[in-house]
């Protein structure tokens, strides 16, 4: 098992364009988190799949934001008209339910809108 | 609402030396703690999970201790080396709901 991948890991956009990540998950692992981390903070949570149900989401996630996970492995994050303050680290993280469900961070996808 | 901070905000030292860092969060009722680490545009890596029943866990030169009913935990690093610069980061995770409230991170520098 390689953890949990993220797909791309740097995206170079103009304002008001669309953009989409991936996450696939630890292969095992039935819940899926996203989070949002701009510089010298802290992740932010944005909202959370268990299975293909998408269970929480945060305030932070606008209409202009929306996460799928259709069969319950993958999920995609996909942010419409993008404006400068969508530039950030967008991270996904997965964890098997359980006692522990311990989070397993991916890699990240860096965002830059222009 | 969970709030989180941790403190220092940063801590510059020596190689070789002991250290602690602190977390504190406003709401009790938590059903996990967790400690990461981050190197600079990097993802988290988990460095240990304490249940809200537990009061310690410890890997290698890291130990973790919480104290739930302060709302107080530490990552207690021992005989620290330039390798375990970066930044640590504590996430509480209530129990009425599955996903962690960040703080904002202490950013470690041991030098050689």
């Known amino acids: 098992d390689t953890g949990v991948s993220q797909d791309p890991r740097h995206k170079i956009t103009k304002r008001g364009q669309n953009v989409t990540f991936r996450c696939d998950p630890i292969s095992e692992h039935n819940r899926l988190y996203w989070y949002r981390q701009t510089l010298g903070q802290g992740p932010e949570f944005l909202t959370y799949?268990?299975?293909?149900?998408?269970?929480?989401k945060s305030r932070l996630l606008s209409d202009r934001f929306s996460a799928e996970r259709p069969k319950g492995s993958f999920s995609t994050l996909e942010i419409q008209r993008t404006e400068q303050g969508d530039s950030a680290m967008y991270l996904c993280?997965?964890?098997?339910?359980?006692?522990?469900?311990?989070?397993?961070f991916g890699p990240g996808t860096r965002l830059t809108v222009t | 609402k969970q709030e989180v901070t941790q403190i220092p905000a940063a801590l510059s030292v020596p190689e070789g030396e002991n250290l602690v860092l602190n977390c504190s969060f406003t709401d009790s009722a938590i059903y996990n703690l967790q400690w990461f680490r981050q190197d600079p545009g990097k993802g988290l890596t988990s460095l240990l999970l304490i249940q809200s029943s537990q009061r310690e866990q410890t890997s290698g030169r890291l130990n973790a201790s919480l104290d739930k009913s302060s709302g107080r935990s530490t990552l207690y690093i021992a005989a620290s080396q330039p390798g375990d610069s970066a930044t640590y980061l504590c996430a509480v995770r209530h129990n009425y709901g599955q996903n962690f409230v960040f703080g904002p991170g202490t950013r470690l520098s041991v030098l050689p």
């Open positions: 799949f268990q299975n293909e149900a998408q269970l929480e």
């Open positions: 993280a997965s964890s098997a339910q359980g006692f522990t469900d311990e989070q397993y």
